[in-house]
């Protein structure tokens, strides 16, 4: 399945990609591919950037955690992270079907 097909993920379904930003204040390079890999899957994905001390500076580099109800069900991390590997983290995430409910 590809996630721009229909039922990638239900609606109202939409998983969290939690960026933990590094500290500097200027715009990076890993900026840049986050928010263009967020704008590619916008239907199913919600961007949130945090700075390290919003997640207790559990992170020594740069994070992208995708959540599905709180729970992680994707991760990359590392500042020099190829645009590919961003993509296919958040593709499998989104394609990942959501456990049916209890």
């Known amino acids: 399945m590809d996630a ?7 609606e109202g379904e939409r998983i969290t990609l939690l960026y ?4 500097n204040e200027e715009m990076t390079e890993l900026d840049r591919r986050v928010g ?3 704008e590619r899957y ?8 945090v ?3 919003e997640v207790d ?7 992208v955690l995708l959540l ?9 991390m ?5 645009m590919r590997e961003l993509d296919d983290v958040v593709r499998r995430a989104v394609e990942w079907p959501a456990p049916p409910p209890p």
């Open 68 to 76: 599905r109800h709180g729970e992680v069900v994707g991760e990359a």
């Open 57 to 63: 500076g559990t992170f020594s580099s740069p994070a």
């Open 20 to 23: 933990v930003r590094p500290p």
């Open 51 to 53: 700075g390290r001390p």
């Open 4 to 10: 721009r097909d229909e039922g990638a993920s239900e």
């Open 78 to 82: 590392g500042a020099l992270l190829p």
């Open 36 to 38: 263009a890999i967020a």
């Open 42 to 49: 916008s239907r199913w994905v919600e961007l949130r950037v």
